[in-house]
């Protein structure tokens, strides 16, 4: 098998047609049709319908993309380990949305800076799905919360450790949390993730009763709810980075105050150990007080 075969194929798959692909790998459209039939000859498979204008993959054409993306990044990755250089290449990334609008995108321009042979591509996603795409291989890592029941082939190193904090506009100012509980219009965190579940196992620990005016599915828009005098809610420290957050009241949530935390996921045998490590590095340094060094054991 060629791997210029599968470039092309890929090629393909991302400009929509044989004659732009052609364009973008330096071919002609027919240099093309070639390859793409000598592979299919090889694989015994029909990659395309052709009935179809412009033809279309097929159900085994797709698993032949996912083939030839790992094949290629396998290549890549060997060839920059072969150089002696560890810190390149592309490293295929996930991550919940809470972490990935305040911190992954700095940690990636740093690392970007630090190694610039480094390509990182990112995918922003639920928790369950990420970690089941790093158990499959189609993620090197994930950054999620702390989860229940991570398979016995990944390990989980948390970089990041913080307070949840109930938050409220300055014109709703109380000292008391559970008063501001009881009392005070509550904007309620509504998404299928564990701090969702968190949130709401504390509020029932605490026996208050919530007066719900809004459900709302992303942290940003809570907290700009909030900003705006809707109501009141509670969010984790690291949504709370803006200048414009600074008028916003914050008081402890919980007693004790609860905590969460969240951690890069990946294959407890991987090629991209180096830089995923390097990476749990920075992730640590942008969290400041809050930020967890990794463990030797990844654990």
Same mark, same amino acid.
Not at 127 to 140: H, K
Not at 184 to 202: G, H, M, S
Not at 223 to 252: F, M, N, Y
């Given at each position: ?17 044989f ?18 039939q000598?592979?299919e ?16 993959l097929?159900?085994s054409?797709?698993?032949v993309i996912e083939?030839?993306?790992d094949?290629? #990044? *396998?290549?890549? &990755?060997? =060839?920059? @380990? !072969? +150089? ?28 970007? #800076? *630090?190694?610039? &042979?480094? =390509?990182p @591509? !990112? +995918? ?6 990420l ?12 950054m ?5 029941g991570?398979?016995?082939a990944?390990?989980w190193s ?7 904090w ?24 509504r ?15 605490l026996?208050?009763v ?8 992303t942290?940003?828009s ?15 420290h690291?949504?709370l ?5 600074i ?7 919980g ?14 045998v ?12 920075v ?5 400041g007080e ?8 990844g654990?």
């Amino acid at each position: 098998m060629d791997t210029r075969q599968l470039k092309t194929l890929l090629a393909i798959q991302s400009h929509g047609t044989f004659a732009h692909a052609a364009d973008v790998v330096g071919l002609t459209p027919s240099a093309v049709s070639q390859q793409i039939q000598a592979l299919e000859d090889e694989l015994r498979v029909s990659i395309f319908d052709r009935s179809t204008r412009p033809p279309r993959l097929t159900p085994s054409g797709l698993q032949v993309i996912e083939m030839a993306k790992d094949i290629l #990044q *396998r290549e890549e &990755d060997t =060839k920059a @380990s !072969l +150089r002696g250089d560890q810190i390149a290449g592309t490293l295929m990334l996930g991550s919940v949305r809470s972490s990935a609008l305040n911190l992954l995108p700095r940690a990636l321009v740093q690392m970007r #800076q *630090r190694y610039p &042979d480094l =390509k990182p @591509s !990112l +995918r922003i996603s639920l928790s369950s799905p990420l970690i089941a795409d790093v158990a499959a291989g189609r993620l090197d890592a994930a950054m999620v919360a702390e989860h229940v029941g991570f398979p016995n082939a990944l390990r989980w190193s948390p970089f990041l450790r913080e307070p949840l904090w109930l938050i409220a506009p300055a014109s709703m100012a109380s000292e008391d949390p559970i008063d501001l509980l009881n009392t005070r219009p509550y904007i309620r965190f509504r998404c299928a993730v564990p701090l969702a579940n968190l949130i709401d196992t504390e509020v029932s620990r605490l026996g208050v009763v919530t007066n719900d005016v809004a459900e709302v599915d992303t942290i940003g828009s809570i907290v700009t709810c909030v900003r705006q005098g809707l109501g009141i809610s509670v969010v984790p420290h690291v949504a709370l980075q803006e200048p414009e957050d600074i008028g916003i009241i914050r008081l402890p949530f919980g007693t004790p105050q609860v905590t969460r935390q969240i951690g890069i996921v990946e294959r407890t045998v991987s090629p991209r150990g180096e830089i995923i490590s390097r990476l749990h590095s920075v992730l640590s340094e942008l969290c400041g007080e809050y930020g967890v060094e990794r463990s030797s054991s990844g654990q």
